[in-house]
């Protein structure tokens, strides 16, 4: 699948996903849009899943008749030594990303290892 990461998704995370099709709001020179356009220039430009930390995404956004799925993962800090959070749910985004169904979305938990 083609997955759009918004600003604040851990970088890293990519790795970590084989088989999919990877890029950065950043990349895409999209990181400073609202989110109501960040998801029409995702979904016109093919992507099929928007993975993001921001949980009030599904309140603000009407995801009815769109066209890209949310994956919202339920952590915004990702410090360096974050490795092990990131692999202790990479099964469960793997698993959403392939899952995952437009005009919706899914919550990840992200548990915090000290």
Do not use: C
Request: hydrophobic share 40%.
């Amino acid at each position: 699948m083609r997955v759009l990461f918004d600003q604040g998704t851990p970088i890293p995370l990519r790795h970590h996903l084989p088989g999919h099709r990877i890029s950065t709001a950043y990349e895409m020179g999209w990181s400073s849009i609202e989110n109501g356009e960040l998801l029409r220039r995702a979904e016109n430009h093919g992507f099929e899943v928007l993975v993001t930390t921001d949980a009030n995404l599904k309140y603000q956004q009407n995801l009815a008749n769109r066209r890209i799925a949310i994956v919202i993962l339920g952590a915004t800090s990702w410090p360096p030594t974050s490795r092990p959070r990131i692999q202790r749910v990479v099964p469960n985004i793997l698993n959403a990303i392939d899952n995952a169904r437009f005009e919706g979305y899914i919550e990840i938990q992200v548990p915090y290892i000290r």
